[in-house]
């Protein structure tokens, strides 16, 4: 079976009927590109540029990022690469920028929260972007992480635009953009959810915390409702709207966001192989009416809750 996989490597992700559904890769340093173009990585789904900025007592130049993000960007022409803004706080803090008496630092300056009160930051970063775009022949998609509703999602994307860029977008990560996602749909070029946190804050349980971990699942029909407003919301509007947390990984879980109406996965290359073949073995039909048993909770298995 590994071997069947390894076989559709060069082959487009899509469903048994020919659906299309793009699959991209998620990429943590520069060199993980070579992991995605190994596994058949479409593109980009998800550059986490955090990497640039660890370690270091002062953010990276402009220069430095610009020449960080083309050589990215040339590893994939014409291809579509999303790259996220840096996104410090929580459970990535950085000394320079992160406060360090938080009481609850998942639910404090984080991402784009981050950014906004280090303005020279978030503005050195989209002329670093800027840059790199205009010297590359890549399909750019940028995007913000931690975003709450349809004011901050405008800002960004305004801000991302008068710097030249072309697509902005925001992640979905928080509650709140979900159930403002026809708001969202009517400033954002494109939203990527990210099922971590999504999870996180919906279940209101610490990712980082063992003693929570069992609420850690996107099987939680709560969030897979989630995910159907913002990809109602993107259908309805002619707004992309794809995943990029770890639950894009998990084959069968891929094809029940594809039939909630999830139009690319992103997701750690080596699990490229198994989603692309799963994905191939059912119809869109099949897929929603999966997706509709697992908004309906078949699929979640709560554990220790029972008298
Ligand atoms: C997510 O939250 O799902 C995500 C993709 O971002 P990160 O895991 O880097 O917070
Ligand atoms: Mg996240």
Not at 247 to 259: E, R, Y
Not at 280 to 286: A, D, F, G, N, S
Request: proline fraction near 6%; glycine fraction near 8%.
């Amino acid at each position: 079976a590994a071997d069947q996989a390894k076989a559709l490597r060069g082959q487009p992700g899509q469903l048994k009927d020919g659906y299309r559904i793009p699959l991209l890769a998620n990429v943590g340093k520069p060199k993980d590109a070579d992991p995605a173009l190994e596994y058949g990585a479409e593109g980009v789904g998800l550059f986490r540029s955090e990497f640039l900025f660890l370690g270091l007592d002062n953010p990276p130049s402009v220069d430095e990022q610009a020449k960080a993000y083309q050589e990215l960007l040339e590893r994939f022409p014409d291809r579509k690469v999303v790259i996220r803004m840096l996104d410090a706080g929580a459970d990535k803090p950085l000394p320079f920028l992160t406060p360090e008496d938080e009481p609850n630092p998942a639910l404090g300056l984080r991402g784009l929260r981050t950014l906004k009160e280090h303005y020279q930051v978030l503005d050195d970063q989209l002329t670093a972007l800027a840059q790199a775009d205009a010297a590359t022949h890549a399909d750019l998609w940028v995007m913000a992480p931690m975003v709450a509703d349809e004011h901050e999602a405008a800002y960004f994307v305004k801000l991302g635009k008068s710097k030249g860029l072309k697509k902005v977008g925001v992640m979905a990560e928080v509650p709140s953009i979900a159930l403002m996602a026809d708001k969202v749909a009517q400033v954002a070029d494109f939203v990527s959810i990210g099922t971590n946190d999504l999870t996180q804050y919906t279940l209101a349980a610490d990712r980082i915390l063992g003693s929570v971990a069992n609420y850690q699942t996107a099987w939680h029909p709560a969030v897979l409702r989630a995910i159907k407003l913002i990809a109602d919301a993107g259908n309805a509007n002619g707004m992309p709207v794809g995943v990029c947390g770890e639950a894009a990984a998990d084959p069968d879980l891929a094809v029940v966001l594809t039939g909630l109406g999830v139009n690319s996965l992103s997701m750690t290359p080596v699990a490229l192989d198994d989603v692309r073949a799963e994905l191939r073995k059912h119809t869109l039909e099949e897929a929603q009416d999966l997706a509709s048993r697992a908004l309906d909770g078949e699929f979640y298995h709560p554990q220790g809750w029972e008298l």
